[in-house]
């Protein structure tokens, strides 16, 4: 028979992914879902212990980016002939928006991903100045 979790043992997954825990008593089960917030951006996970264990990654979404290097930047600044705004930091990861400057020097906020990747028509009107 498997032992009951106790709140050290949702304490310690918290921990670990970088969650905050968001109720007041102990779930009967651990198939119960509860609510998870995530630390960085905010972000509420409804979800069971075992599915934040074992089927969250890193625990939040915005943890899941690959990360970004200025070798990276550099390319997509070439590619679309943009710059980074705030050239003193990189984005955390490829879903973090941050400010970009288009070749007609008018700002706007995007991922990399969406400049690398997916473009949507927003971006494309934004990098072709319309």
Known sequence: ???????EHYQT??????????????????R??????????????RRSYWLTKYASGKGCICRSGKTIDWYK???????WDIQLVDATRLPKNNRDPVRWRNRYNEIFTATYLELAYRPSKR????????
């Open 1 to 7: 028979m498997v032992a009951k979790l106790t709140l």
């Open 13 to 30: 997954l918290a921990q670990e992914k970088n969650l905050n825990l968001l109720f007041d008593e102990l779930p009967a089960n651990t």
């Open 32 to 45: 119960q879902f509860v609510d998870w917030q995530c630390r960085d951006c905010g972000r509420i996970h």
């Open 73 to 79: 930047i550099a390319d997509l600044c070439h590619l």
């Open 123 to 130: 971006i494309l009107r934004i990098l072709q100045g319309e």
